[in-house]
């Protein structure tokens, strides 16, 4: 069983950045491969990105990709989410999850454990 909790969402200005955290329990961290998925108000759960068990391999999605970034730590059991160059269309509900696997993937039903996510508001 692994606990994740986010942290670090907030309100934001257009064009500014923020970093998100996710805190996972458990043992063996980099066991599990890390992903992070966001969910608009009316919208669908979306992908964001993901993070292999040992850090080396990282996918985006399209509309993310040298506006954010994915790291982890797995000695502190925590992975972050970087993300600048803001727009409204950022807003959402931030959620990190993990798989069972250190093999990353963008598919959400890949993945095992939720945490309760943190929301992000970007004004303009």
């Known amino acids: 069983q692994v606990q994740l909790v986010e942290s670090g969402g907030g309100l934001v200005q257009a064009g500014g950045s923020l970093r998100l955290s996710c805190a996972a329990s458990?043992?063996?961290?980099?066991?599990?491969?890390m992903g992070w998925f966001r969910q608009a108000p009316g919208k669908e759960r979306e992908f964001v990105g993901t993070?292999?068990?040992?850090?080396?391999?990282?996918l985006y999605a399209d509309s993310m990709k040298g506006r954010f970034t994915i790291s982890r730590d797995n000695a502190k059991n925590t992975v972050w989410l970087q993300m600048s160059s803001l727009n409204r269309e950022d807003t959402a509900v931030y959620t990190c999850?993990?798989?069972?696997?250190?093999?990353?993937?963008?598919?959400?039903?890949?993945?095992?454990?939720w945490g309760q996510g943190t929301q992000v508001t970007v004004s303009s």
């Open positions: 999850a993990a798989r069972t696997t250190p093999y990353s993937s963008a598919d959400k039903d890949a993945y095992a454990y």
């Open positions: 993070i292999s068990g040992g850090g080396g391999y990282t």
């Open positions: 458990g043992r063996t961290f980099s066991n599990y491969a």
